[in-house]
C-alpha cells in the first residue's frame, strides 16, 4: 500500500468504516505497519551472522593437524606465540630496512585498519545494495592522507618540493586543494541520499569519519614521532608489544583475578606482572639504543645528497650526564664502596615516564576495541594473523601510544634545531630569505657574536 493511498484513506472521516475490534482504525494499522516497516529497514542489524562474516581467526591447517594433539588453550598458546615472534623479526627486518621502510608499513598498516574497521560498518548497516557508497569511504581515506601527508611533506622536505616546477603551487594552496577535496566528498553524499536509507546512510558517515579519526589521524602522529629520531618510534612500539606478550604470560600462568568484564581474560596479575617487566625491559633497550647515533638522530633530508639522512652528534638527551643521588642513597652507595652519582642517558627518564603510560593507559586501547567487537558480536577485527587476529586487534593499543608520545614530545622535548629552521627558510621567497638574512646578522653583531661586516670602499 502506497503512502498516498494511507493518507486518502485516513483523511475521509469515516468514523466506523474499517475499525478493528480494538477500536483502531485500518488506516491507523497501515501507517503504524509501514512506520515500523520503514524503521527495520532502516536500523543497523547486528546478529550473529555478522561474527560468521568477519574474523574468523584460523590457523593454517598444516600448523592446526601439527597441534592437534595439544588442548585447545595451550595450542592457542603455542600458535600465538610462533606468531608473534614472527611479528617480531619481520618488525626488526623493516627498522633495519631504513625511515622510508617504516614509513610504508605504517602507510600500509593504516589503510588495512581502516578496512577493517569500514568492513564491520557495511557488515553492520548492510549497505550491499548502495555499492557505490564503500569508494566515498575510500575517497574520504584518499582525501585524508593527502591532507596529512601532504603537510609531512612541506614541513620535512621543503627543499626538494621547491626544486620541482609544480609543487610549490600545490604547497602553496595544499589546504585549499584539500578542503575542495572534502567538499568535493561531501556533495557527493548529500546528493547519494537515498528514502528509507537516510539512516543508515548518515551512521555510516559519521562510522566513515570516526574510523579516520582513529586511524588515519594516529598514522600521521606515528610518522611525525618518526621524524624526531628512530628511537621515538620504536620504544614506543617495543613497550606496547612487551607490555601485551609479559601481560599475557603471567595472566596465562599466575592470572585468577579478572581485571575487567570487556576482556575476561585479562587478569590483575597479568596486568600488573605485564606493567613492571614493561619498566624493567624498556629501560633496558632505550639504554642501548642510546648508544647509536642510527636510533637518536632526526630524520632530515639532505639537499646535498638528495635523500633523508640519519647523521648527527647526538643531543645532550642522548649523552651520558652524572647525576647526583639523595642523600640517604648516597651514604648507602658510599659504605659498599661505590660512587655516590650515577650516571645516565637523560632519555630513560622520558623511557621510564612513556613505559608507564604504555602498561598503565596503555591497555585501555584494548579494553576500548573489546569492547566494540562485543557491541558487534565479533571475536576479532580479521583473520590476517593466526592467534591474534586482524590488524586492528594489534596495534588498537599502538594508536593511543603514538598519540601520547606525540604529545610528550611537543610538551617536554621538541626544541626547534637548525635542520628543521632551513627546511622552513628554503620555502620562502628569495627576497624573504635575504630579509632573515640580515635581520639575523644585524642581530648578532649587535649582541657581539659576529664580527660587524667590513665597510664597502
Known sequence: MSETEIRRRGGGGDVGAGTDP???????????????ESDMDDKPMVSDDIGKKIGQDKPPEALDNMLSGLPPRWK???????????MIGGFALIIYGGPLALMMTTFCVQVKCFAEIINIGYAVYK????????????????????????????????????????LPVLVQYHRFISFAMYIFGFVWF????????????????????????????????????????????ITPVLMVIINDVM?????????????????????????????????IMSVGVSYLMCQYPYFVCPIEFSPEIERMTISCEPSALFRLQEYT????????RRLFGMKETITAYPFLIHAFFMSIFASSIGPFGG???????????????????????????????????????????HSFINVPTPGKMLQQVFMLKPDEQLTLYYGLQDSLVARGILEPPPAIQ
Not at 480494538?22 to 515500523?36: F, K, N, T, V, Y
Not at 592457542?76 to 614472527?86: A, H, K, P
Not at 548518515?202 to 569519519?209: D, I, P, R, V, Y
Request: glycine content about 8%; some cysteine; aromatic content about 20%.
Open 367 to 409: 579494553f576500548f576495541a573489546s569492547g566494540f567487537k562485543r557491541a558487534f558480536k565479533i571475536k576479532d577485527f580479521g583473520d590476517i594473523i593466526p592467534g591474534h587476529g586482524g590488524i586492528m586487534d594489534r596495534f588498537d593499543c599502538q594508536f593511543l601510544m603514538a598519540t601520547f608520545v606525540n604529545v610528550y614530545i
Open 127 to 166: 549497505m550491499d545494495n548502495l555499492p557505490w557508497f564503500r569508494s566515498m569511504s575510500w575517497y574520504f581515506l584518499i582525501t585524508s592522507n593527502y591532507f596529512f601527508y601532504g603537510e609531512s611533506l612541506v614541513e620535512y622536505f621543503g627543499v626538494l618540493v621547491n626544486r620541482i616546477d609544480f
Open 247 to 279: 601481560a599475557y604470560m603471567f595472566g596465562f600462568f599466575m592470572g585468577k583475578t579478572p581485571l575487567i568484564k570487556l576482556s575476561p581474560k585479562k587478569t590483575w596479575e597479568g596486568f600488573i606482572g605485564g606493567g613492571i617487566a614493561t619498566v
Open 190 to 233: 548529500v546528493l547519494s541520499l537515498v528514502k528509507k536509507y537516510y539512516l543508515r546512510q548518515f551512521s555510516l558517515f559519521a562510522w566513515t569519519h570516526v574510523a579516520l579519526l582513529i586511524v588515519v589521524t594516529q598514522s600521521y602522529l606515528i610518522i611525525q614521532n618518526l621524524f624526531q629520531g628512530l628511537i621515538w618510534f
Open 22 to 36: 480494538g477500536g483502531q482504525s485500518e488506516s491507523d494499522a497501515d501507517r503504524i505497519m509501514l512506520r515500523d
Open 325 to 332: 643521588l639523595p642523600q640517604t642513597i648516597s651514604t648507602w
Open 76 to 86: 592457542n598458546w603455542v600458535i600465538r606465540g610462533i606468531f608473534t615472534w614472527l
